[in-house]
């Protein structure tokens, strides 16, 4: 949370404003913002799986030191495109350590794997909530001063790398005997066996399609709903509504995959999603417009801690941080693909359209996976039961 704090405290509202004021035009600014994500799809697969082979502790702390260092440097930017360097430096940060977070937690957690991701998962969804809203205020206090708030983003940087330094290693990396040769091999042995797995890549893929709607939501609504007579207000407790559905049912939905399987759950969470975009750029009234957002972000609490379990529940023990690497790729490539796809297909189908469309891309999902993917963690419930 604390890392996804400050992190998110450094991208909004502050970085926008501060490439604007450098000059950058509106194609360099969304470059800029949009940078650290294109980090994460290079970086996030051989970050979790160096983290089978070197340990998942180590890694976390490479990713530490990301979060703790570029933010003192942000002060020296003299211009957009030492800013846009900063940002693809600065995105190692998560693209190192959420892939090894997530394998990390899931590692640890054995019994009761659904519940306990869905509680990490809304820990981080509070950091990136809260952090924007500290960034704005601190800047807002501080009369735009950039230093100020990116040397405060460094200081909280430090706070995760204290935290880790005291974590126990979730499982050994392999012997400290063990020579560069063997190291690689398993770091090699372990990308191949997780690409090779259809499982894992049409679960991953699926997480992704749903993010592909959630990220043009998120890019789209405040437009639409100012558009529709919305006042900034009330675009912000729609907006606000969805995001605090999903945190406070994350562990709920988790736990309940825990009990009756993974599959059932999410693809009722992706059901969810599908139903409620098409309706919420159709809708015109406040009251309507917050409760579909209400229904989508039920349907994200549903999906996403639960896709992480089964990810985690379809590779071996040894093999987390490479799958947790691949799952993360995919859905930044997913995210970050629905702005520009909703942006892309708005000007020419219009706002209803395009999301029916995307709609129908998360049910083709959603058919895929339930023909295509085993549940393990059904076929425990069903024992249990």
């Known amino acids: 949370m604390v890392s996804r704090l400050g992190y998110q405290m450094a991208r909004s509202p502050v970085l926008p404003r501060f490439a604007q004021d450098l000059g950058a035009a509106p194609e360099l600014l969304g470059l ?3 940078a650290s994500t294109i980090t994460g799809i290079f970086i996030k697969l051989p970050a979790g799986a160096l983290s089978d082979v070197l340990g998942k502790r180590r890694m976390m702390l490479i990713g530490c030191l990301f979060f703790a260092a570029p933010p003192f440097l942000y002060p020296f930017v003299a211009g957009p495109y030492s800013l846009l360097l900063l940002r693809f430096l600065h995105g190692f940060a998560t693209a190192i350590f959420a892939p090894v ?3 990390y937690v899931a590692s640890l957690a054995k019994e009761g794997r659904g519940a306990k991701l ?14 924007p809203l500290i960034g704005g205020m601190v800047l807002f206090a501080t009369a735009g001063s950039y230093t100020t708030t990116y040397l405060l983003v460094g200081v ?3 706070l995760p790398l204290l935290m880790v330094l005291r974590l126990p290693e ?20 372990g990308v191949a066996e997780v690409l090779a797995s259809p499982p894992v890549i049409i679960a991953s893929a699926l997480e992704s399609m749903m993010y592909v709607g ?3 939501f998120l890019g789209f609504l405040p437009i639409y709903g100012k558009a529709g007579g919305l006042n900034d207000a009330q675009i912000a407790l729609v907006l606000g509504g969805q995001l605090a559905t999903a945190m406070a049912a994350k562990p709920l939905t988790g736990r309940l995959s825990d009990r009756v399987g993974r599959k059932p759950v999410i693809l009722a969470g992706l059901l969810a999603c599908a139903a409620s975009l098409p309706l ?9 417009l917050l409760g579909l957002s209400l229904l989508l972000g039920l349907g994200v609490a549903a999906v996403t801690p639960c896709t992480t379990a089964l990810v985690a529940d379809l590779v071996k023990a040894g093999r987390m941080g490479s799958a947790m690497g691949v799952f993360g790729t995919i859905w930044d490539i997913g995210e970050s693909a629905g702005p520009i796809l909703a942006g892309f297909l708005i000007v020419r189908a219009g ?20 023909l295509a993917v085993r549940d393990p963690a059904g076929g425990r419930a069903e024992a249990a039961a």
């Open 156 to 158: 909280l940087g430090l």
């Open 280 to 288: 919420l750029f159709r809708a015109g009234g406040f009251g309507t």
């Open 101 to 103: 977070a997530s394998a």
């Open 351 to 370: 706002y209803g359209r395009t999301f029916d469309l995307i709609a129908l891309l998360m049910l083709a999902a959603a058919v895929v996976f339930a």
């Open 170 to 189: 979730a499982e050994e990396g392999g012997a400290a005997s063990e020579t560069l040769a063997a190291r690689s091999r398993r770091f090699r042995e």
């Open 32 to 34: 800029i913002v949009a």
């Open 214 to 216: 959630y990220g043009a």
């Open 118 to 131: 869905g509680w990490f998962a809304s820990a981080t969804d509070i950091g990136a909530t809260v952090g």
